[in-house]
Structure formats: C-alpha cells, structure tokens
C-alpha cells in the first residue's frame, strides 16, 4: 500500500512538472499517459486521487487562468482515462504485460485515442454550455480555429502507449508491481 501511495505521488509530480514544462505545446501533455498508467498499474482508486489532485493543482495555477466551473468539467472528463485505464488492465492484466509491448501496443494506442476522443467531445460540448449557451458552439471550436481537439487525440495516440508500456517495464523492473 505504502509503495503504491509513494508511486503515485512521484507520477501526480511528473505530471505536473511535465504539464508545467510544456504548456507553451497546447494540449499535448503527457498527463493523460499518466493517469492512464496509474489506472492501470493500481487501480480505479488511485487513478481517482491522482487525477483530482493534478487537475486541482493543474487547473487552480494556470497560466491560462482559473474558471472553476470549467475545472470541475475537465475533472470529471480525465475519469475517462481512469476507467480506461482500468479497462486495459482486466483486458491485460500486469502478468501478461509482454504481450502489451510485443505486438498490442495498436490495442493501448487505440484505447488512448478513443479515451481522448471521448473526453475532448464531454469537456468541449460542457465548456461550450459554460461559455457559449451551446454545446455545438464548444464543439466547433474544439478544432477551429485551431486544431485542439486533433492535435490532443493525436498526440494521446502516441503518449499513452508510450507512457503505459514505459511506465509499467520501470515500475515491474523495480519491484513496484
């Protein structure tokens, strides 16, 4: 329990970290990876804490600003990555991760893309709501006038294998899982 709680609080920093560090490269972030890889690794629960606490501390100082009805959406949107993550793993469970990085990175890469996909059309149809008095409005300007909505699914496609497969042969090599 303990190496759990330890584990994730070093991931909740590096996403952090790596949301700071990038955040002049709109939306791509390697935070969904990392909630994805929490997820999975263990469990609904701490993927949970993880993500409040990042998007609290992620969407309370932000250079863009602070909106708290949009923070309370997109907090409830990263739980896609949460339950996918999750899924994943009762799909391939840890003691089958081999056959993850030899040949079903397609299947975590497709799981990547289809969570962002869903949590790009929750968050912007709701931020529309918020901001605009229409959801459709939220969803054209997903990708208009510029690509936000593509470049995150896009990127996520690539992220979140990535972040899975290295994060999971880390973590098993060091005794974690």
Do not use: C, Q
């Amino acid at each position: 329990m303990k190496v759990k709680i330890v584990a994730t609080a070093l991931l909740i920093a590096t996403a952090l970290a790596t949301n700071y560090a990038l955040i002049w490269l709109l939306n791509i972030k390697l935070m969904d990876g990392i909630i994805f890889l929490i997820s999975y690794a263990f469990g609904v629960y701490y993927g949970l804490i993880a993500a409040i606490i990042i998007w609290v501390i992620y969407g309370t100082l932000n250079p863009y600003g602070f909106n708290l009805l949009s923070l309370m959406i997109v907090i409830s949107g990263e739980m896609v990555y949460v339950i996918f993550g999750s899924l994943l793993r009762k799909i391939y469970p840890l003691d089958n991760i081999k056959s993850i990085i030899n040949g079903k990175l397609t299947i975590v890469a497709l799981f990547g893309l289809i969570s962002t996909l869903f949590y790009d059309l929750y968050t912007n149809a709701l931020v529309g709501i918020i901001w605009y008095n229409s959801w459709l409005m939220g969803l054209l300007t997903m990708n208009f006038p510029y690509p936000f909505g593509l470049v995150h699914e896009i990127s996520n496609l690539f992220l979140i294998p990535l972040v899975l497969s290295a994060g999971v042969l880390i973590m098993k090599r060091t005794g974690i899982i």
